[in-house]
């Protein structure tokens, strides 16, 4: 059997201060056994898709551009949501001169979200005013709330991360944000928050990030990390909608995802006493209340030097499962639909070089296949870390070696290499939106 | 077969707003075929038991308060959590008589949470000042916090719910704070936020309560709710443990529990489809990422004139199981250890008027026993209904009626009147602990 194979893992990393969520993990398997088989079989592959190779590379010319932004599930406003904001409503009051922070020295000693810059974005929401109010710059401050607001007692709050990058061109792009506004806006449903034109709430952000361009640092090393965020601020302790909310968006530059060890790979642990989301639960929804359980589990990680948590779900530890080359957990309601996972599948199934499958798999399974040597790359993808390969997953009481970083030509690095092409503008792709 | 059974539902209700939580449901259940052996042998066990019922309602004098109080799992803190705040640190900074709110003209008309009273307490954690500041009672105010909190992203926060009643006697009294104590260091554990001495807290709160205590109604139809919070305010994007947090608590006058129908039973929503805590998970403890999912559930209940949800787990439904006169669900994980749960189930054992199990059901069994007519009564219970009784049940579009308030001598009115007894002073229990 030829088989070449790739699994993913079923889980989220939940250390989001390197990496906001790792949902995907991919890992490239082959049969060792007829490894060369599928070397030769793979060249002859390659030599068929050259044509569609070649292309793969000057998308924005041969693709749709429709087609590459094609959003799905577009949101429906309740009809009781009100008014909209605009974007050509916005005001801007822009920090005094005193205000105004340092810059920080070096991009690569940044750490994640600890250092804001001058400016943000608020847009409230009160239903008792007609719905949604006109969108306002201000300088960095603090919130101010009642200690009955909703947030503060129920986590009726959810969010997004996006970057900025500055191009080889100087030009400052974001990647698909039509795809971060409709994720948003379905949390907001899920939550009982106003929902809002995705489109409306680009404008405003573009030109934060443009009255703070020269906070997106000058290197592909680092972006600028970008928390839109959606609170409820009602002063009741009834567990309901929320009749005010607080739209806003701050921030925050970064440097390189999350710490790893010296080959860039890092370690899991994945321990199937604890669960991260459950069917009719909402771990595909970007909502806080995902991320406080995680907290004490890292902890546990952390303690055993292990880097990251890979989470299982169910008696059969599940992943995902199928005999195909690049294989990523379905969108089944359990895991986030990412925006990178989105676009490496949707890479990937341009390039044609392997299988792609959206399909379960379990842990029992990858010892069965690291032990048959057919397991060569694990990966996991978000918007912090981009791709970050994976060496070492701990699981029942076992450090199981994931060979990732020793392949040759490593899947992880094409796709790492085509995605930041696509962000720092060296290759034009509609996915790449340029803020003027 | 002269089986008495009762049942409670494996679930939570999850509108706040009224009840906070509806942890354990309990349904009395009797062979319609052996009703009349079943009412003989309860007639020749209640003799038996005459000598310990009698001293039921005397408790305090005859059982040792030790026992009483009993409180599990004792917090460990972690060691660096760093200095503790006390009682006697307590600073007070009392509202300006031009501050001060009027208070509610009926206690009947409260709406819950709506209201608050005019201090509140504060105490702030700073890893980096050396732990907890001192305790400090403010006028009520709004909370001051950086837009990027850790609150207001990953939902790390948790809170109690408790309330002052005011007595017969006039006095007033809380119910078993230690229990709520307890209960809110193992949610601080689990979402990395400081443990703190439980006894301390209720010291300051208590001084709290006696600064508004002309809040508290003088009705035996309302009194003061309490809301012990903590959050973590870090102004840090990182997932992780919070470095700072503060622990507040606001007090509001809350009338009867929640919404009813004319007999004063409310109905539920039992949809599959939905899940509000898996095992692995962390709906036993009272942190605020086991609300915001639940809200827009509770939105399709109410769209179907249903007043609350009734959570189910697993592909069998799970509620409880057992063939005893009074059931609710264990404690295995899913379910909030309830304070008034906890109480019924001591009370029921002190009175030994029927077996009480803690066991596993599900709504197969539910339905299947309604049919045979063995189904008496079902009811909830919570801080802020106390006990509430529950006469339908949408399930699998199927209307379910309960007899729950068909029934002679109610058990659940039994439970309710000597709950309240204690509470309101009628009789002396060391659980009712009155603020000086």
Known sequence: MTTKMAIGAKDIFRNQHRLIRFIEQSIRLCSNQSLKAAQQQQQQQQQLNKTQLDADFSISKSLNSEHWNAVPEPVEHDPDVGQQFYGNQLMVRLASPQQLQPKPDRDEDLIFGKQFTDHMLKIYYHKSLGGWQRPEITPLENLVMHPAAKVLHYAVELFEGMKAYRGVDGKIRIFRPNMNMNRMNLAAKRSG????????????????????????????????????????????????SSDSALLYAILSPVGSYFKSDSTGAVSLLADPSYTRAWPGGVG?????????????????????GLQQVLWLYGENHDLTEVEKELITPP???LILPGITRDSILALARQWGQFKVTEGTFNMPRVCELLNQGRLLELFGTGTACLVSPINRIHYMNQDLYIPTMEQEKPVHETIRTALTDIQYGKVAHPWAVVIE
Chains 1, 2 share one sequence.
């Open 193 to 240: 928050l106003p929902t809002f034109e995705g489109k409306e709430f680009i404008k405003c952000l573009s030109r934060l990030i443009s009255i703070d361009s020269e906070w997106v640092p000058h290197t592909q090393a680092a972006s600028l990390y970008i928390r839109p965020t959606l609170i409820g601020i009602d002063p009741t302790l009834g567990v309901a």
């Open 331 to 333: 969108l089944n309601g």
């Open 284 to 304: 595909n929804r970007k909502m806080g209340s995902n991320y406080a359980p995680t907290i004490n589990v890292q902890k546990k990680a952390d303690a055993k």
